[in-house]
């Protein structure tokens, strides 16, 4: 369950900026998260959803931007993207490579905030997921 260790630094995360900000509400957090983290998104919005209960940050929309993992190959000198996370090969060459460029990302992208004023007598509006 550990991610809902890291869904609750999110919140912490995402509150503290708020503030930094001048207060308002919290009403969606970006992700961007990579193939490798060993994060299950799923798990992740169940435990986003657990920990906002009952803060500042409920109902706020998790968006999720899974980045895919990129290799360094050195016969090609050139940087691949990789189809899945079995095989640690360069798809050009062929080549066994470890040196890892991206796909173990966890970061918080962005976030967006309401002021206060306007959420105190708006209803409840679900965002449309962007296609
Ligand atoms: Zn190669």
Redesign the pocket.
């Known amino acids: 369950m550990h991610e809902l260790s890291i869904a609750t630094s999110i919140v912490d995360i995402a509150w503290e900026q708020a503030r930094q900000q001048g207060g308002g509400r919290v009403t969606g957090v970006t992700l961007r998260i990579g193939r490798l983290s060993c994060v299950h998104e799923d798990a992740l919005r169940s435990s986003f959803d657990l920990v906002t209960e009952g803060t500042p940050l409920a109902g706020a929309s998790l968006a999720v931007i899974e980045v895919p993992v990129r290799i360094w190959?050195?016969?090609?000198?050139?940087e691949?993207e990789l189809p899945g996370i079995q095989r640690f090969?360069?798809?050009?060459?062929?080549?066994l490579?470890g040196d890892i460029r991206a796909g173990r990302e966890l970061d918080l992208e962005s976030i967006q905030i309401a002021p206060d004023q306007i959420a105190a007598d708006t209803p409840e509006a679900k965002q449309p997921e962007p296609s």
């Open positions: 190959c050195g016969p090609c000198n050139a691949f090969a360069c798809p050009a060459c062929g080549h490579s």
